[in-house]
């Protein structure tokens, strides 16, 4: 009987990969990427939101005489005026070494949403002086809680039950634009 | 005497020699790695004016097919056109309509212009009026205000403002 021929495999032997048609793909995917690359990464500020809280904004647009908060931006101080009832209410969060105090607008804001847990819209005027930077500034405390535990209840119309939301004023309106 | 002979490498001139592209392929890998992670996904392209200075922001909200306007502390422009020069943050008084000094002649002419064109009229954006306005970090309010003014008075009051993600 013959015997099955054995293959000699040496182990110990060496080869090198082509690296030739990788590099190809790659020399092309280069330049792809290059032009549908943004190094500088823009945003842009707007109302797009989630559903419930699109409703409850609708719902408080509804109300016959619904809670009002507004920011008066001018160059000495901050002003939240809450008009409840008919009844208006002034805070009043002053600058801290020249620059606006930030944080205490952001706290106040948490606890004006924490006692209206309803009111998605707020009115902003800022003053001719104020420069932009400074609004867009004021505005990112407005639209959302920092604090990712901290937690606003909305109401869910769908599921029928309170949902919560770490949107505070997603909305803002500046009041003041068409003022002469 | 017998002259020398010039020495002469042997060459073979039928040779071919391998490039070892390993290193190239690792720098490659590397460029491609960090091209995907800086990939845009949005579906609008925003081109960065040289003169303006965005404001940083929180938002992380992609920008939408808009009529795009730009203010700088030399000019407003409109898709890239210069439509009125800036000075001193505010308008030349030649721009601004007399009565009204909120109002901006060619800015209304330009996005009415847009509003009434046939080929631009039936667009979503055109419709919804939508707006993305890049405006100079440094540009006091009062600068801004009247180009919200005019564009809403035009019939664009969806104002959609452009920034620049973090710090």
Known sequence: MRRARKIQVDHNSEFELDLAPLLAVMVKLVPVLLVSSAFVQMMVIETELPQVVNEAIQRQEDQKTPTNVALEVDPQAIRIVITEKGQEKVETIAMKDGVYDLQGLHNKLVDIKKAHPEVFKIELNPDGKVPYDVIVKIMDEARQARDAKVKFPVFDTKQGKNVETNYMFPEIVFANTMEG | ?167
């Open chain 2, 1 to 167: 005497m017998s002259r020398r002979r010039r020495y002469e490498p042997k060459t073979k001139k039928n040779s071919t020699f391998g490039l070892n592209i390993t290193s190239m392929t690792d720098m490659f890998t590397i460029m491609l790695v960090f091209l995907l992670q800086s990939y845009s996904t949005s579906e609008v392209q925003i081109n960065p004016e040289n003169d303006i200075r965005l404001p940083s922001s929180a938002s992380m909200t992609n920008a939408t097919e808009s009529i795009k306007i730009s203010l700088s502390g030399n000019a407003l422009k409109l898709d890239q056109t210069k439509i009125a020069d800036v000075k001193n943050a505010d308008f030349l008084p030649q721009d601004l309509e007399d009565k009204d000094t909120n109002f901006i002649k060619p800015l209304f002419q330009e996005l009415d212009k847009i509003a009434k064109a046939e080929d631009q009229k039936d667009k979503a954006h055109v419709k919804e009026g939508r707006i993305l306005l890049q405006a100079d970090k440094d540009l006091p309010y009062a600068t801004l205000r009247k180009v919200m003014y005019t564009a809403s008075m035009a019939g664009f009051p969806q104002l959609k403002l452009v920034t620049m993600v973090g710090e």
